[in-house]
């Protein structure tokens, strides 16, 4: 039997005397590209740092791989992290550091490869999101919204993970930018067999991404399959986001 890559099971998460999730499970296979959508405030974002731990849900279980994120001691969480890459919504590159450093630096952290194992890593990354050597002098104050995001996800795929999870990838972009990008994170995970998680609003990236959908409503996943069986569901939130006027318009031309 397949061990999902993510499982997530009974998830309850709470602030304050907000309930954000209630009895949330998902399990996601490898391989597939899930897009995670739901209404603001839904607890999309929530739920994909919980995911990758940066927040401790109120109760429930979440597992990577099968293992659990959290325990055993730190050389074991270090190399459960090792496997998955993120890429946060406005990039999160450090803004001290040049391309070439903010790629460079999940590898130096590794304490295992000399500077010339990572110049070429660097530089392997960089043709991979479609950037050139000289654009690793670059500061991320002189990028370009698409530059920050590929620069991002070359950071991402570092460490060569088998998950990449991105929150909003396409935030913030134009439309042509922002096919260019969906082309190369569709055309990445394929090459390189990755599971791919995005947190997104966009009909036209998630209808070029996914394989499935997972629809966040009610405080729950509300439906987690193939987005032509999503549209189907007879559900208010659904009718809203995948079936106004707008909506449709944008999936018969993805």
Known sequence: MTIPIISVCELYTRFGDVWVHKNLSLDIEPGEMVSLVGGSGSGKTTLLRQIIGLLTPTRGDIRLFGEPLCGGGAGRERKLRQRFGVLFQQGALFSAFNVYDN???????????????????????????????????????????????????????????????LDE??????????????????????????????????????????????????????????????????????????????????????
Do not use: C, W
């Open 103 to 165: 790629i460079a630096f999940p590898l130096r952290e590794l304490k295992t490869l000399d500077e010339d194992m990572i110049h070429d890593l660097v530089q392997l990354k960089l043709a991979m999101v479609e950037l050139l050597p000289r654009h690793g002098q670059l500061m991320p104050a002189e990028l370009s919204g698409g530059m920050i995001k590929r620069v991002a996800l070359a950071r991402a795929l570092a460490l060569e993970p088998e998950l990449l999870l």
């Open 169 to 254: 990838p396409t935030s913030g972009l134009d439309p042509d930018r922002s096919d260019s990008f969906v082309r190369l994170v569709r055309s990445l995970g394929e090459e390189l067999g990755l599971t791919v998680v995005l947190v997104t609003h966009d009909l036209d990236t998630l209808a070029a991404l996914s394989t499935k959908v997972a629809v966040l409503a009610d405080q729950r996943i509300l439906a987690y399959d193939t987005l032509d069986a999503i549209i189907r569901i007879d559900h208010p939130f659904i009718r809203n986001f995948f079936l106004s006027e707008r909506s449709t318009r944008a999936l018969q031309t993805a």
